[in-house]
């Protein structure tokens, strides 16, 4: 089993395990490992989401059954249709809590119409505070003690305000936390800054970083840094995923008008539209001819396509600077990584801690405006081609989920479904 699969076996700030030699992993992969048969009732905020689709359908490639119940963004474009039973729970929007709160309730009528397919689940898989909430009442409805998960890829910004609504959103998860069998984060600081110091948690957690999930059985992880751009200058910067850090965007057209000729600019994905409206970037890209904005993506089709012609993936986000932008670990790291890129984050964060331990990259310290331009200023294709070198020293399982998502299945069925409580 991966070292990190054990929770407490690598606090935040401690060198992690190395990655296991390639051969390792092919041999490891060579093995077919038997399906695992669980039922899985996922609550998901958002049936359109990438990562909500993404987790679904590596449950499923694993053998799990999956029954999902969702709510939908108001402002969500229409995806393919899911490859799941699916409960549409009905719509709801960013941030709007008390929103939120009254389509949770709607929706609890609709959950006790399920209650012989609620009943047949192992595991109650809950993404959110307020999902893992309506995950809580569903497995009451089930009349089953089933193991219940709650999966966490952001700190969001309500659960860390010192004020009485932050004090309340903190309460209430800490109350949900003490009937979790298992805690499952993208990145250790969220429990080495968050769970353990803020929320008392002491209780049992999974590292599920945000790698890389094949689009199916058949696809092979490329080696790291198979493929390549052009030789620059210019250097192309590529901000993909989701776009919402208008510091990022400031800097980034700062350095495409102060070397026109040495920098382009592309980004890719869809905006926060709460923190970054598509026509403030779309107003940023007009007026330079270095700089281009070509939408969403699909990932992980598009992800060769759009990395492989970047030299530089910039990791690097300031929305939630101090709290979850300096804890988490993003998509792009992983997906950058797998396809080529090299990284550009942010010194002092676990991005650029990682970025840093694995010398697949650079680190800029503040004041980040004045180092990106001097970083660009002083990069060379000799740098470029040694970081590169380093980069496919990495085995593809540092950013590719080969097995991740098997342990986690595995690690759920050995939960016991009643919990210890945790300290409140």
Same mark, same amino acid.
């Given at each position: 089993?991966?070292?990190?699969?054990?929770?407490? $076996?690598?606090?935040?700030?401690?060198?992690?395990?190395?990655?296991?030699?390639?051969?390792?992993?092919?041999? &490891? /992969?060579? #093995?077919?490992?038997?399906?695992?048969?669980?039922?899985?009732?996922?609550?998901?905020?958002? #049936?359109?989401? /990438?990562?909500?689709?993404?987790?679904?359908? +590596?449950?499923?490639?694993?053998?799990?059954?999956?029954?999902?119940?969702?709510?939908?963004?108001?402002?969500?474009?229409?995806?393919?249709?899911?490859?799941?039973?699916?409960?549409?729970? %009905?719509?709801?929007?960013?941030?709007?809590?008390?929103?939120?709160?009254?389509?949770?309730?709607?929706?609890?009528?609709?959950?006790? !119409?399920?209650?012989?397919?609620?009943?047949?689940?192992?595991?109650?898989?809950?993404?959110?505070?307020?999902?893992?909430?309506? *995950?809580?009442?569903?497995?009451?409805?089930?009349?089953?003690?089933?193991?219940?998960?709650?999966?966490?890829?952001?700190?969001?910004?309500?659960?860390?305000?010192?004020?009485?609504?932050?004090?309340?959103?903190?309460? +209430?998860?800490?109350?949900?936390?003490?009937?979790?069998?298992?805690?499952?984060?993208?990145?250790?600081?969220?429990?080495?800054?968050?769970?353990?110091?803020?929320?008392?948690?002491?209780?049992?957690?999974?590292?599920?970083?945000?790698?890389?999930?094949?689009?199916?059985?058949?696809?092979?992880?490329? +080696?790291?840094?198979?493929?390549?751009?052009?030789?620059?200058?210019?250097?192309?910067?590529?901000?993909?995923? $989701?776009?919402?850090?208008?510091?990022?965007?400031?800097?980034?057209?700062?350095? #495409?008008?102060?070397?026109?000729?040495?920098?382009?600019?592309?980004?890719?994905?869809?905006?926060?539209?709460?923190?970054?409206?598509?026509?403030?970037?779309?107003?940023?890209?007009? %007026? !330079?001819?270095?700089? *281009?904005?070509?939408?969403?993506?699909? /990932?992980?089709?598009?992800?060769?396509? =759009?990395?492989?012609?970047?030299?530089?993936?910039?990791?690097?986000?300031?929305?939630?600077?101090?709290?979850?932008?300096?804890?988490?670990?993003?998509?792009?790291?992983?997906?950058?990584?797998?396809?080529?890129?090299?990284?550009?984050?942010?010194?002092?964060?676990?991005?650029?801690?990682?970025?840093?331990?694995?010398? =697949?990259?650079?680190?800029?310290?503040?004041?980040?405006?004045?180092? &990106?331009?001097?970083? =660009?200023?002083?990069?060379?294709?000799?740098?470029?081609?040694?970081?590169?070198?380093?980069?496919?020293?990495?085995?593809?399982?540092?950013? &590719?989920?080969?097995?991740?998502?098997?342990?986690?299945?595995?690690?759920?069925?050995?939960? !016991?479904?009643?919990?210890? *409580? /945790?300290?409140?």
């Amino acid at each position: 089993m991966n070292e990190l699969a054990d929770h407490r $076996t690598w606090k935040a700030g401690d060198d992690a395990p190395a990655p296991l030699p390639a051969t390792a992993h092919a041999a &490891a /992969s060579a #093995a077919a490992a038997p399906a695992v048969r669980s039922r899985i009732a996922f609550f998901g905020h958002d #049936a359109n989401e /990438s990562t909500i689709r993404k987790r679904i359908g +590596a449950f499923l490639r694993h053998g799990a059954h999956v029954h999902a119940f969702t709510f939908r963004r108001d402002h969500a474009n229409a995806t393919a249709p899911e490859r799941w039973p699916n409960v549409a729970l %009905g719509t709801t929007s960013d941030r709007n809590y008390l929103s939120r709160i009254a389509k949770l309730v709607r929706a609890v009528p609709r959950l006790a !119409r399920h209650r012989r397919a609620l009943a047949r689940c192992d595991v109650f898989y809950a993404r959110n505070l307020d999902m893992l909430a309506l *995950a809580a009442l569903a497995q009451r409805l089930s009349g089953k003690r089933s193991r219940l998960v709650y999966e966490v890829l952001d700190v969001q910004r309500v659960m860390t305000r010192s004020d009485i609504v932050g004090r309340a959103f903190r309460l +209430a998860e800490r109350i949900l936390l003490r009937r979790c069998t298992l805690l499952v984060v993208s990145s250790p600081d969220f429990v080495a800054h968050y769970f353990e110091p803020s929320q008392g948690y002491r209780g049992p957690w999974y590292l599920l970083e945000n790698k890389v999930v094949p689009a199916d059985d058949g696809m092979q992880s490329p +080696a790291p840094g198979a493929r390549s751009p052009p030789p620059g200058p210019p250097w192309v910067i590529g901000w993909f995923g $989701t776009l919402r850090c208008v510091r990022s965007l400031k800097i980034l057209c700062a350095l #495409a008008d102060r070397f026109p000729d040495r920098v382009h600019v592309v980004l890719r994905g869809r905006p926060s539209e709460r923190d970054l409206p598509t026509d403030t970037i779309r107003a940023a890209v007009a %007026g !330079r001819s270095n700089m *281009a904005y070509h939408g969403p993506y699909r /990932s992980p089709d598009d992800l060769p396509d =759009i990395y492989g012609a970047v030299h530089l993936s910039w990791s690097i986000d300031y929305l939630d600077a101090g709290t979850n932008s300096d804890w988490l670990l993003p998509n792009r790291v992983y997906e950058g990584g797998l396809h080529g890129a090299l990284q550009v984050a942010r010194q002092g964060t676990a991005t650029g801690r990682m970025v840093d331990r694995l010398g =697949i990259g650079w680190t800029l310290p503040e004041p980040l405006e004045e180092c &990106a331009e001097a970083f =660009i200023r002083r990069l060379s294709s000799a740098d470029i081609a040694s970081a590169r070198e380093r980069l496919a020293g990495c085995d593809a399982a540092v950013f &590719a989920d080969e097995t991740d998502t098997r342990q986690l299945l595995e690690r759920m069925m050995r939960s !016991r479904s009643q919990p210890k *409580a /945790s300290k409140p």
